[in-house]
């Protein structure tokens, strides 16, 4: 699968996820579903800083609503059964470089703004020399 599907399938998953509970919180929103449908020990080892337990397709199947499995498998142009098997592989690194230091981040935007943030930092520590604070 290229790496555009995939995104398109962690975007979907993202962007499309609902559960109740969460509020505005997409990211936790996901997580809390996977742990109602019974991976809340695969998905603290994804949050947590050990080793990330593996997930089957067919466990996300259970997991995810059929409409959000659906709408997900149609923008990455891909059948429902794969793009649960494409996510069992790729959301156990994708929550866990998501989820740095073991926390969950309030939104999407903080997501964002972390992200941008250690960027800029791996940046700054390269970059010496070129006027930009160093990160220590």
């Given at each position: 699968m290229a790496g555009n599907d995939l995104g398109s399938l962690l975007g979907g998953v993202l962007g499309?996820?609902?559960a109740g509970g969460s509020g505005g919180n997409i990211p936790g929103a996901l997580l809390d579903m996977l742990a109602e449908s019974g991976l809340a020990e695969q998905k603290d080892s994804w949050v947590g800083t050990g080793a990330n337990q593996?997930?089957?397709?067919?466990q996300i199947q259970?997991?995810?609503?059929?409409?959000t499995l659906q709408q997900v498998a149609e923008q990455a142009g891909v059948?429902?059964?794969?793009?649960?098997?494409?996510?069992a592989q790729v959301l156990p690194r994708?929550?866990?470089?998501?989820?740095?230091?073991g926390q969950v981040p309030a939104s999407l935007d903080e997501l964002v703004?972390?992200?941008?943030?250690?960027?800029d930092r791996r940046l700054?520590?390269?970059?010496?020399?070129?006027?930009?604070a160093r990160a220590d």
């Open positions: 499309g996820s609902q593996s997930v089957t397709g067919a259970q997991a995810l609503p059929d409409e059948t429902p059964d794969q793009a649960a098997d494409e996510l994708a929550v866990d470089k998501l989820t740095p230091g703004k972390q992200q941008s943030l250690q960027a700054s520590v390269r970059a010496p020399g070129t006027g930009a």
